[in-house]
């Protein structure tokens, strides 16, 4: 018989698997299956990060300021406060020029590139202007104090956002309540809306001229407050130079009836 005959007969035969190569003793039992390895322990899932500090807000500038019982301490606690961004692009922070006792402040809006340098406020050409006005009513920063309504330099000379003075703000009050003046005088829009938020919004040029009254947090009785223009507008537009000689002139006349004494 040859090999394909043999083939086919092993087909018919039912066989259809070939043999092995030793031989196969049915007998024993067939070797247990191996034991599966144990499944790898599930990953540790990674920690939930601890959510971010939320920026200070105008309630924790009050609360900081409020702590503050002293202008040294205010100035120490303004330089270290980090909850307003414009401290991170100025160079250093303008807290205040003048006397600590006077019975006038000053309160311009935020400080240029001169003041962010020097670190006192109006010291560029407005703040030279201002000089020769307080003098023209026998004034001079020996005897007043000024102040910013935003300490820091917006870059660019911006105007500060109502966000940032409404963060700096309570800081301004304190300083008011801890110099603790017989009069406040605003000069320009921003420190005018500022100081008196329910006026305001009626602009500068309708606010000018007439004294106002300022409620300051912490002091038991408002403040008499005259809105003027800023002096870096009288320098663009020197036709408004007579009505602010006009405030000047009011602003002398309250001088002379508080005497310039402390009350």
């Known amino acids: 018989m040859d090999m394909l005959e043999a083939l086919r007969l092993q087909l018919e035969w039912g066989v259809d698997e070939a043999l092995l190569d030793a031989p196969q003793d049915r007998r024993v039992s067939a070797p ?15 920690a939930a990060k601890a959510p971010a500090p939320m920026p200070a807000g105008p309630a924790e500038a009050a609360r900081l300021a409020a702590t ?4 040294d301490e205010l100035r120490e606690a303004m330089d270290s406060f980090t909850g307003c961004a414009l401290r991170d692009t100025a160079t250093q922070l303008v807290f205040a020029d003048g006397a600590d006792d006077a019975r006038l402040v000053i309160i311009g809006e935020a400080p240029g590139a001169e003041e962010d340098r020097a670190g006192r406020p109006f010291v560029g050409a407005a703040g030279q ?3 020769r006005m307080l003098g023209s009513i026998g004034l001079d920063r020996t005897k007043i104090r000024i102040i910013n309504t935003v300490p820091w330099r917006p870059p660019g000379n911006r ?7 409404a963060l700096c703000l309570p800081f301004l009050h304190r300083q008011i309540t801890l ?5 406040l005088v605003t000069l320009g829009a921003i420190a005018t809306k500022a100081l008196l938020p329910e006026q305001g919004a009626s602009g500068i040029r309708r606010l000018r001229g007439t004294w106002r009254e300022a409620h300051i947090t912490g002091l038991d009785a408002p403040l008499p407050c005259l809105p003027s223009y800023h002096p870096a507008y009288l320098l663009r537009t020197p036709m408004a130079k007579s009505e602010s000689w006009l405030d000047l002139l009011q602003l002398r006349e309250r001088l002379e009836l508080m005497i310039f004494t402390k009350s």
């Not at 247990?32 to 990674?46: D, V």
């Not at 105007?159 to 003075?165: L, R, S, V, Y």
């Not at 110099?179 to 009069?183: K, Q, T, V």
């Open 32 to 46: 247990a299956p191996p034991t599966p390895l144990p499944a790898a322990p599930p990953a540790p899932r990674p």
């Open 179 to 183: 110099i603790h003046p017989a009069a």
């Open 159 to 165: 105007n500060p956002t109502e966000a940032e003075i």
């Open 68 to 71: 503050c019982q002293s202008l």
């Open 129 to 131: 202007l201002l000089d």
